[in-house]
C-alpha cells in the first residue's frame, strides 16, 4: 500500500510528522527527532524545502517584515525567519535515508520549481504544498508534472482557490489530491478551525481531507478524525523547552504518540453504526439489570410485600415495573431468600 492509499484509507488515519524549523540548525538533532517520531506510530515524515533566497528577498522594509503583533515571529524580517527555519538541502538525503531506514514515508513541502527539481532527484514519493502557496499555480502545474500525490493545505482559501489550485494540479498530470483544511495561523486558535469545513471539501470536491494542525494541544486533531479526517498533519519537536521557530505551536513525541493512538481510537469509534439496544460487550452488564427478587425467606400463604419483595441486581426476576401487579399476592410456596420472583412462585 502507497502512502497516499493509506491516506484514502480510513483505517488507521495516516499521522505527518512535520520537522519544519524543529531542527534549530542541527543536522544531529534533525535526526534524532526521526528517530523519535518512528517510536510513535506517525507514517511520515515531512520537511520543508526552500532557502531564504528562493522564497524570498533580503530586503528591510515593512512589507517584508512579520507584524510587530505577531505572537512568535514579530519584528522579523522574513529573511531573517527563514534563513533560521529552513532544512538546507544537503540535509534532505540523510533525513529521508534515516526516515526510510524506520520504515517512514519522508516528503517534503517544496516552493519553487528548483526545489521541485532537487526533491525528484530524491525520488520523493509525494508532496505536500503549504497553505500561503496556493495561490501559485504555476509550481501547481510544476508538481503536477511529476505525476506523484499531492496534499494540499487550503488555510486562507476560498473555494475558488482551491478549486483553482486542484484543477491547475490535475492539469499538469497530478494523478491524486488530498486537501487539508488548515489555520495558518501559529499558534492556531481551536475557536478558528473551522473544522466543519471538512464535510464541505469533501462533498465539493469528491477527495480525501485531513487536517494540517497548528493548534496546541491535540483536541482539534482528534475532534477532526471523529468529523472524518483521514491525514493529520501534526509539526513535532524533541522538547518545546528548547526553543525554535516551531516549538510553540509543535507536539513532543509522546504528545504525537497519543495523537496516533487516539486518534485510531477515534476513528473505531465514530464510525460505529448507529444501534439501540446491547451490543455484544453489553451482554455480561443486561445480566446486572435490576429485577424482582424475593429478599426474606418467605412461607406458602403469605402476602407480596415490600419487606419479601424488592427490586435488586442482578436481572432474572419480573421487571420492577412489574411490581404493582403482584403486590398483595401469595406464595404458592415456600421460596428461599435470593430467588428470582417470577409468575409461578405467586
Not at 269 to 289: N, W
Request: charged share 25%.
Amino acid at each position: 500500500m502507497t502512502a497516499q492509499d493509506e491516506a484514502r484509507d480510513p483505517r488507521p488515519p495516516f499521522v505527518i510528522a512535520e520537522i519544519s524549523g524543529n531542527h534549530n540548525g542541527s543536522l544531529e538533532r534533525a535526526l534524532t527527532l526521526v528517530d523519535a517520531i518512528a517510536t510513535t506510530g506517525a507514517r511520515a515524515v515531512k520537511i520543508q524545502t526552500y532557502t531564504a533566497d528562493t522564497l524570498t528577498l533580503d530586503a528591510d522594509l515593512p512589507r517584508f517584515r512579520v507584524r510587530a503583533d505577531h505572537d512568535l515571529w514579530g519584528g522579523r524580517t522574513l529573511h531573517d525567519l527563514y534563513e533560521e527555519a529552513h532544512t538546507p538541502w544537503e540535509w534532505h538525503r540523510p533525513i529521508f535515508d534515516r526516515a526510510r531506514d524506520h520504515g517512514l514515508t519522508p516528503f517534503s513541502t517544496p516552493f519553487d520549481p528548483s526545489s521541485v527539481e532537487f526533491l525528484e532527484s530524491l525520488d520523493v514519493e509525494l508532496y505536500k504544498t503549504a497553505s500561503a502557496e496556493i495561490v501559485d499555480l504555476p509550481l501547481f502545474r510544476e508538481i503536477g508534472r511529476t505525476r506523484k500525490p499531492m496534499i494540499i493545505s487550503t488555510g486562507m482559501a476560498s473555494l475558488r482557490e482551491i478549486e483553482d489550485a486542484v484543477e491547475a494540479a490535475r492539469d499538469g498530470g497530478c494523478p491524486d489530491i488530498t486537501l487539508l483544511v488548515c489555520t495558518a495561523s501559529y499558534p492556531a486558535d481551536p475557536a478558528e478551525a473551522r473544522l466543519g469545513n471538512i464535510e464541505v471539501l469533501r462533498k465539493a470536491f469528491g477527495l480525501p481531507i485531513g487536517l494540517s494542525d497548528h493548534t496546541l494541544g491535540l483536541g482539534t486533531a482528534l475532534a477532526a478524525v471523529a468529523l472524518g479526517a483521514t491525514v493529520i498533519e501534526k509539526h513535532v519537536t524533541l522538547r518545546r523547552g528548547d526553543g525554535g521557530v516551531d516549538a510553540a505551536f509543535s507536539a513532543e513525541p509522546e504528545e504525537l504518540r497519543q495523537l496516533v493512538a487516539e486518534a485510531r481510537s477515534v476513528q473505531v469509534a465514530a464510525a460505529s453504526p448507529v444501534q439501540f439496544g446491547p451490543t455484544p460487550g453489553e451482554q455480561a452488564v443486561l445480566e446486572l439489570r435490576r429485577s424482582l427478587c424475593v429478599v426474606a425467606d418467605v412461607k406458602a400463604g403469605e402476602a407480596v410485600t415490600t419487606a419479601n419483595v424488592r427490586s435488586i441486581r442482578p436481572a432474572g426476576g419480573l421487571a420492577p415495573a412489574a411490581f404493582d401487579l403482584v403486590a398483595g399476592r401469595r406464595f404458592r410456596h415456600d421460596v428461599p431468600r435470593g430467588t428470582a420472583l417470577t409468575w409461578d412462585l405467586i
